[in-house]
Nanobody
Framework: QVQLAESGGGAVQTGGSLRLACAASGRISSDYAMAWFRQAAGKERDFVAGITWTSHTYYADSVKGRFTISRDNAKNTLYLQMNNLKSEDTAVYYC???????????????????WGKGTLVTVSS
C-alpha cells in the first residue's frame, strides 16, 4: 500500500523560508515521478513543482526561482525548499505520485494516482 506523508509546514513571515518533506512508502521508488501541488482556501488545487525519475525538474511560473524540488532516493523522500515566501503561497501543500513508474505528472494533475494528506503553510506579513 502506497503512503505519502508530508511534513514541514508551519507559519512563516513574508520573505522567509520553509522546507517541506514527503516520505513515501510502499512501491514508490526512484523510478517514479513525483510532484507537489497546493490548494489555497476556496480555490482549486494547483501544480507547484515536479521531478522525474531522472531528476529533471519543472515548476509553475509562480514559484520559479523561489522553490526547489528535490528527492533523496536512499530515503525515499521528496522535498520542496521554499524561499522568499509570499502571502499568496499560503495553502495546504500536497505530495503526489503516479500509479506506475516512468509515468509523468502534468500540471493539470493528470497522472496522479496517490495523494498525501497535506501540510499547511501560512505566510503572513
Amino acid at each position: 500500500q502506497v503512503q505519502l506523508a508530508e511534513s514541514g509546514g508551519g507559519a512563516v513571515q513574508t520573505g522567509g523560508s520553509l522546507r517541506l518533506a514527503c516520505a513515501a512508502s510502499g512501491r514508490i521508488s526512484s523510478d517514479y515521478a513525483m510532484a507537489w501541488f497546493r490548494q489555497a482556501a476556496g480555490k482549486e488545487r494547483d501544480f507547484v513543482a515536479g521531478i522525474t525519475w531522472t531528476s529533471h525538474t519543472y515548476y509553475a511560473d509562480s514559484v520559479k526561482g523561489r522553490f526547489t524540488i528535490s528527492r533523496d532516493n536512499a530515503k525515499n523522500t521528496l522535498y520542496l525548499q521554499m524561499n522568499n515566501l509570499k502571502s499568496e503561497d499560503t495553502a495546504v501543500y500536497y505530495c503526489a505520485a503516479p500509479s506506475e513508474p516512468h509515468a509523468l505528472i502534468v500540471g493539470s494533475g493528470y497522472g496522479v494516482r496517490y495523494w498525501g494528506k497535506g501540510t499547511l503553510v501560512t505566510v503572513s506579513s
